[in-house]
């Protein structure tokens, strides 16, 4: 299977198979006669396996590390349970963190009237202009 077709085959972009074949993900391709870049099933299923990592939101490295893993028969369910539990604290953190942003910028929101005059709480809140809506006029 050339890269393009490895590309579609796994939701990759031939510039990231490139990438991880630079970074050691994956084993270099074997080279067709005409110096094209052919793939093995092994290569496919590595490089479904880090796609579907990273889109757990696992580093390359990380990913890496889990593929070399799944790959270890000498392997402990418990030193990927240890991975997965960081990974799920990370995603916890973004979580709030953008819960938190989300609430900022609605409350922003909230408070600009959206008419046509220039007052506008959301580009206050941006530029770390604090208002005070409880004082008189």
């Given at each position: 299977?050339?890269?393009?077709?490895?590309?579609?085959?796994?939701?990759?972009?031939?510039k990231?198979?490139?990438?991880y074949?630079?970074?050691?993900?994956?084993?270099p391709?074997a080279r067709?006669a005409?110096?094209?870049?052919?793939?093995?099933k092994?290569?496919?299923?590595?490089?479904?396996f880090?796609?579907?990592?990273?889109?757990?939101?696992?580093?390359?490295?990380?990913s890496?590390?889990?593929?070399q893993?799944?790959?270890?028969?000498?392997?402990?369910s418990?030193?990927?349970?240890?991975?997965?539990?960081?990974?799920?604290?990370?995603?916890?953190?973004?979580?709030?963190?953008?819960?938190?942003?989300?609430?900022?910028?609605e409350?922003?929101?909230r408070?600009?009237r959206?008419?046509?005059?220039?007052?506008?709480?959301?580009?206050d809140?941006?530029?770390?202009?604090i208002?005070?809506?409880?004082?008189?006029?």
């Amino acid at each position: 299977m050339n890269i393009s077709q490895a590309a579609a085959a796994t939701g990759l972009t031939s510039k990231t198979i490139r990438y991880y074949e630079q970074q050691a993900v994956i084993p270099p391709a074997a080279r067709s006669a005409n110096g094209y870049r052919v793939y093995s099933k092994q290569q496919l299923d590595a490089l479904r396996f880090i796609k579907r990592a990273r889109d757990m939101g696992f580093s390359l490295d990380e990913s890496r590390e889990l593929l070399q893993l799944s790959q270890d028969p000498s392997r402990t369910s418990a030193s990927v349970k240890q991975k997965a539990e960081q990974q799920i604290q990370r995603i916890d953190q973004q979580i709030e963190s953008l819960q938190q942003m989300r609430a900022m910028l609605e409350t922003a929101a909230r408070e600009c009237r959206g008419d046509d005059g220039a007052e506008c709480p959301i580009l206050d809140q941006l530029n770390g202009v604090i208002v005070d809506n409880d004082s008189p006029e």
